[in-house]
Structure formats: C-alpha cells, structure tokens
C-alpha cells in the first residue's frame, strides 16, 4: 500500500498538499459546513476543475485525507528511530512513534482532531488505537493477568483507546506543553499504577 503511494506523481502529491493545505488553513477560519469545493480551489489558488481531478466532493476528500493520516502513522509507528537511546526509549516505542509524528504535524492534528469538526479523522485515530491496544492485550501474558483481574478484555480495550485518544486530544488542546517521550513515560506509569491497585 505504502509503495503505491511512493510512485505518485509528485504533481498529483503537490496538488493535493495544497488543497490539504487549504482545507486545514479554511478550518480555523470557518464551520466544515461552510468550507465549499469552490472556497477551497480559491484558497489552494488553484482551478476548482482541478479539485474534481482528485476528489468527488468534500466527504470524499476528507475521506480520502483520513485515509492518509492513517496510512502515515501506520508506517511511522513501526518504523524503527536508530537515534533514540534505550533510556528515552520508554516503555510505549509505538507510542513515542505516533506522538513524535503528531507533534511534527502540530497544526494539522490539533485543527482535525482538537477542533472537534472532522468526526472521520477522530473516528479513523480511536480505530487504530483499539487495534493496537488490542495486540498489546492479546499478548500471553497480558492474556493471563486479565483472567486473573476479572477485568473484560472488551472494556479494557475500549477503556483504554478512550482514554488514549482523549489524552492526545487534550495534550494538543494545551499546546503540548510535555514531549512525546515524557508523556509516554506518564501514560505507561499510569497504565502500572491502575494494574497495581487492588
């Protein structure tokens, strides 16, 4: 899927960072409602024929955007970072992964996801999240410290990606006043407090 990508045109990829661009830039400014094909091709100083060479209309752009977004963290979360040391590395590596390339994408996230507008891209976040606390917690050993706790592997999923992706949230609401490492490090030690208590 990723390769795919590698090979488009970088026309094609310019266009559509412009428009990205835009609709990001139009969204501080205005309701999604209010954010038409005809504003966006003006803002992205570009012909609206162009938008309708890429796109459907505006779901199906931010349908598509959602799609990328996820796309990108999937592969940045997995990519290995050879220059962090193991002592920064925490507990969390994926976790690290996803807030260093939210906080790289500062504005872009904080506008999609903090502004509460773009349910797609909040919904299409929760959705990855749950699939990777669900690997987390389908591991063996987690497997039976949940047998152990009486706790549902459900609510502890569902518990857990709520709680992650409201964090994030308010992480970029403040301004990120933590860095992705040392928040990590406060998630993973809460994640141990939690198991500790009776």
Same mark, same amino acid.
């Given at each position: 899927?990723?390769?795919?990508?590698?090979?488009?045109?970088?026309? /094609?990829?310019?266009?559509?960072?412009?428009?990205?661009?835009?609709?990001?830039?139009?969204?501080?400014?205005?309701?999604?409602?209010?954010?038409?094909?005809?504003?966006?091709?003006?803002?992205?100083?570009?012909?609206?024929?162009?938008?309708?060479?890429?796109?459907?209309?505006?779901?199906?752009?931010?349908?598509?955007? &959602?799609?990328?977004?996820?796309?990108?963290?999937?592969?940045?979360?997995?990519?290995?970072?050879?220059?962090?040391?193991?002592?920064?590395?925490?507990?969390?590596?994926?976790?690290?992964?996803?807030?260093?390339?939210?906080?790289?994408?500062?504005?872009?996230?904080?506008? /999609?996801?903090?502004?509460?507008?773009?349910?797609?891209?909040?919904?299409?976040?929760?959705?990855?999240?749950?699939?990777?606390?669900?690997?987390?917690?389908?591991?063996?050993?987690?497997?039976?410290?949940?047998?152990?706790?009486?706790?549902?592997?459900?609510? &502890?999923?569902?518990?857990?990606?709520?709680?992650?992706?409201?964090? /994030?949230?308010?992480?970029?609401?403040?301004?990120?006043?933590?860095?992705?490492?040392?928040?990590?490090?406060?998630?993973?030690?809460?994640?141990?407090?939690?198991?500790?208590?009776?």
């Amino acid at each position: 899927m990723g390769h795919a990508k590698d090979q488009v045109d970088p026309r /094609i990829v310019r266009t559509r960072r412009l428009l990205r661009d835009a609709f990001i830039e139009l969204l501080q400014e205005m309701e999604l409602e209010k954010i038409s094909v005809n504003r966006l091709a003006e803002r992205a100083t570009l012909n609206r024929v162009t938008f309708y060479l890429h796109y459907r209309d505006m779901p199906d752009m931010l349908d598509k955007m &959602a799609d990328d977004m996820i796309e990108d963290i999937t592969s940045i979360i997995h990519a290995p970072r050879p220059n962090r040391s193991s002592a920064e590395e925490a507990d969390w590596p994926l976790m690290v992964n996803l807030l260093e390339h939210i906080a790289e994408n500062f504005k872009f996230y904080k506008v /999609i996801l903090a502004a509460k507008r773009t349910t797609v891209f909040t919904e299409r976040l929760l959705k990855l999240l749950t699939k990777l606390i669900t690997e987390s917690v389908e591991r063996p050993g987690c497997e039976r410290d949940f047998a152990n706790s009486g706790i549902h592997k459900d609510i &502890a999923i569902w518990y857990s990606s709520s709680a992650m992706i409201g964090t /994030i949230i308010s992480w970029l609401c403040n301004d990120m006043p933590y860095t992705p490492v040392f928040l990590t490090k406060q998630l993973s030690l809460l994640h141990q407090y939690r198991q500790s208590k009776p």
